[in-house]
């Protein structure tokens, strides 16, 4: 899951998909195209989101999108088109590519790009959770049958 800071959507990406599937059989993280906020909890408004939905992510740490993420995980879900250049820009090949998709293309008659709250009040929030919880869980229904 990457967005650009790696502290608002790619965070509750990571929560509700890890969520949603059994412990132990997938390795889910996330990640920023930008490094800026490396090391830093997920946005306080996107830890309480999540609460309210009974997720936790005061676990994770904001991380910088490296090469080696192409060969750490078989998909790679960008939150918006901005992003996805940006990680398709690090590829070193068709085969990294091909990982790297848009979150938003699992759902029908989406927008594509899963928009950044940072700048926006709560209810921007609530929005990207439920866009993303469900894109999960039609990620989840794939993965599971």
């Known amino acids: 899951m990457v967005c650009l800071g790696n502290i608002c ?10 969520a949603k ?5 997938f390795f889910v993280d996330s990640a920023g195209t930008s490094g800026f906020h490396s090391g830093e909890l ?16 005061t676990d994770q ?6 090469v080696s ?3 750490e995980f078989d998909i790679i879900f960008a939150m918006d088109s901005s992003n996805y250049q940006n990680i398709i820009n690090l590829a070193r090949n068709e085969k990294d590519i091909l990982k790297v998709k848009l979150i938003l293309n699992e759902l029908e008659n989406s927008t594509k790009d899963v928009p ?3 700048y926006g009040g709560d209810q921007g929030f609530e929005q990207v959770f439920q866009l993303l919880d ?3 869980e039609k990620i989840h229904n794939k993965l599971i049958t």
């Open 21 to 25: 599937l059994p412990q132990g059989n």
């Open 42 to 57: 997920p946005d306080p408004r996107s830890i309480d989101v999540a609460r309210k939905h009974g997720i936790n992510i």
């Open 134 to 136: 469900t894109a999960c």
């Open 69 to 71: 993420d192409f060969d």
């Open 61 to 66: 740490r904001s991380r910088q999108f490296t």
């Open 116 to 118: 950044d709250p940072y």
């Open 9 to 18: 959507r790619s965070p509750l990406a990571e929560g509700i998909l890890k």
